[in-house]
């Protein structure tokens, strides 16, 4: 796969104003790309690859440490792998793809630097002598303690390549399920992404952001069809001019199809079709349903919850994917009172950001309050004692997140840097 998008959500929001400073241009030079007769990695040779790297030298633009995971998405009976690098420095990430040819491995992409518009190509390559015998044998040995990966890095098309090596240090920290959960389905269109928010498209990224989970955003149609948009009104801060005007809700299903596309050209998507997609094409775990419906929308979010948990669940039961959460989210008193009136409440799954009064008498599964809020630990273990899980939104300062990851207390983090989730998390040292 080529990266040849161009990423311009920026320009789009001004319609025909564009500046190289709204705008991220993704990397694509040819050079950077896999070699010609390379043939896909085995699943054990990926799953030895994954780890904490130390960074041998040019530690300087990414930190000194690298979290190496892979994620997939299929489309059809094709699944495309992804080798994500995670590190600390700028909140940064690589999104590669790699193969073999005999006994070397080789991985090819771009990287990004979310605190700014920094991206490159990017590609890597492990020798026979340095671990791709291994790596690559019929039996992958996960014996890796010489295991070494070479590359070279650029800061777009035609820069001067830089050199980065990375020497495999010690496995993931990975001990109880923690959740690293998406924003808007993967992240905000003002961090200029290659797709979206609140689309189909950004949460088949989410997983090579770092994420295994989204949160998106409910709103209903006036034929009551659950859809995701983050505003109330229709805005060129989320799609294109169309000529509509007002409240997303003040529309049928059919208009919006017929007159609104999004800052990438997309439809706005329903809710089952998000689902339907994280179903069949990630393996995500968990969906946060965030109901800023103005309109009476429990019943019918709560059918779409049934139907994609029964169906996702059934996929898991024959190992087909992890199993899957999905959380209505009762975020006010008014949301609270309409979920109260479900008949069949009792067996549905639902994250509360109000108090703990509200959690209980929700009989909510997590309870999430806002990370500015504070999370008392006293409060997080009763919460914990009585079977619920906790988790803070929207934390996207590092080093909130690094304290919240280390001192081990919650269940997981909402945020739009995913990827420095992930690195806090994955590259702890063991206990």
Known sequence: MTHRAAILAGCLLAFAS????????????????????????????RKVLEGVYQVIDNAKPFGEFLVLRWSYVATGTDTTHYLSMFGARGVCYFILEGARSDSTVHFSGYWRRMTSFETGNASFTISPTNGGRAVTALSPRAQRDTLTITGRYDNGNGTQAETLNLRYLRPLYITTPFAIIAHRAGGRNSDLLPASENTVDMALHAERFGANGIEIDVRMTTDNVPILFHDEDLNLRLNIKNGLTGPVESYSYVQLQAFVRLLHGESIPTLKEVLDAVIDRTNLRIVWLDMKSARPSMSAVRAVQRAAMARANAQAALGKRNPLVI????????????????????????????????????????????????????????????????????LDVPQYIAQFVQQGELDGILSNYPSSVAFMYFARPPQ
């Open 18 to 45: 564009c500046t190289p400073e709204d705008s991220v241009v993704m990397p694509d030079d040819a050079s950077y790309g896999l070699p010609a007769g390379t043939t896909p990695l085995a699943p054990a040779s």
């Open 327 to 394: 959380l209505i989210g009762l975020p006010d008193e008014e949301k609270v009172d309409e979920y109260m009136t479900l008949p069949d409440r009792a067996e549905a799954y639902a994250i509360c950001e109000l108090g703990l009064d509200q959690v209980r008498r929700t009989s909510a599964t997590v309870w999430a309050p806002r990370w500015t809020m504070g999370t008392p630990p006293a409060d997080v273990a009763q919460m914990h004692a009585e079977g619920r899980k906790v988790l803070v939104w929207t």
